[in-house]
């Protein structure tokens, strides 16, 4: 198992450094880019969330990057606030109308109770103390406050799954990921619980055709069967042994 220090770009930096981001800041926009997965993650992480019922609803968006929620979230009535600690992509988050945060988050500083919405898309598997990013998230919701995400399991198949082979697809960033810091999701629902968050959680895949339609664009191969604009749809599947979702309402 690789966990060494891994080369991206110009310079030599250890897995899940946070430096890989700027180095990688061109990268957030182009479909087909380094994020990719991210765009097709974020796209399904927002269609877990409803459209508001009240102004002035708040959607804190934790670990947000570039803001690539924002398209997906647009007409449902939201402020959108994200937080995160690269600056350069909190530039082009506030460039696609993301009021932008600079902040840890484990440490958010935001307001007890002030968020209708929480998202933590793909970023409980980049954080060294994910329980404290937890707390963070639920501490943010008003009672009756909803939490989604996006994460990475710790089991053997994720780490063989999105590092060992995820890693070396094409354009994929190589150590953007520390294993050692994937999350089991008996945890996460224990963790959320403890919070007042009743967690839901489900495995989800990006379709088969559709991500074999990406990677014959990458390597050249043309459109590819079953590709489509915006990417591979991500699916739900059987198990949660890779990659999952969660959805749930914090209690008053």
């Known amino acids: ?17 946070p430096r890989q981001y700027d180095d990688l800041a061109g990268e957030w926009w182009r ?8 765009h097709w993650l974020a796209r399904a992480r927002a269609a877990l969330v409803p459209p508001t019922t009240r102004p002035g609803a708040l959607l804190v968006d934790l670990g947000c990057g570039a803001g690539l929620m924002a398209p997906h979230l647009v007409g449902k009535g939201y402020r959108h606030v994200g937080v995160d600690l690269t600056r350069s992509a909190l530039e082009q988050a506030a460039a696609h109308g993301v009021t932008a945060l600079a902040g840890d988050v484990t ?32 501490r943010l919701l008003r009672p009756g406050g909803l939490l989604v995400l996006d994460t990475l399991n710790d089991t053997v198949l994720a780490r063989l799954i999105a590092v060992e082979v995820g890693e070396r697809l094409p354009a994929v960033p190589r150590g953007i990921h520390d294993p050692r810091l994937f999350v089991d999701d008996r945890e996460l629902v224990a963790e959320c619980a403890r919070h007042g968050v009743a967690l839901r959680v489900r495995g989800v895949r990006p379709d088969l055709w559709g991500t074999l339609g990406w990677l014959a664009r990458r390597t050249g191969g043309g459109a590819g069967r079953g590709a489509r604009p915006g990417g591979p749809m991500i699916r739900p599947t059987w198990s949660t042994a890779v990659l999952y979702q969660g959805r749930g309402v914090r209690h008053g």
């Open 107 to 138: 440490a958010v500083p935001l307001a007890d109770g002030c968020a209708d919405v929480v998202a933590a898309g793909e970023v409980l598997e980049h954080v060294p103390d994910w329980r404290a990013a937890v707390g963070e998230a639920c």
């Open 31 to 38: 479909p087909d880019g380094a994020f990719a997965m991210l």
């Open 1 to 17: 198992m690789r966990d060494g220090p891994v080369s991206n770009g110009a310079r030599v930096l250890p897995p899940n450094d």
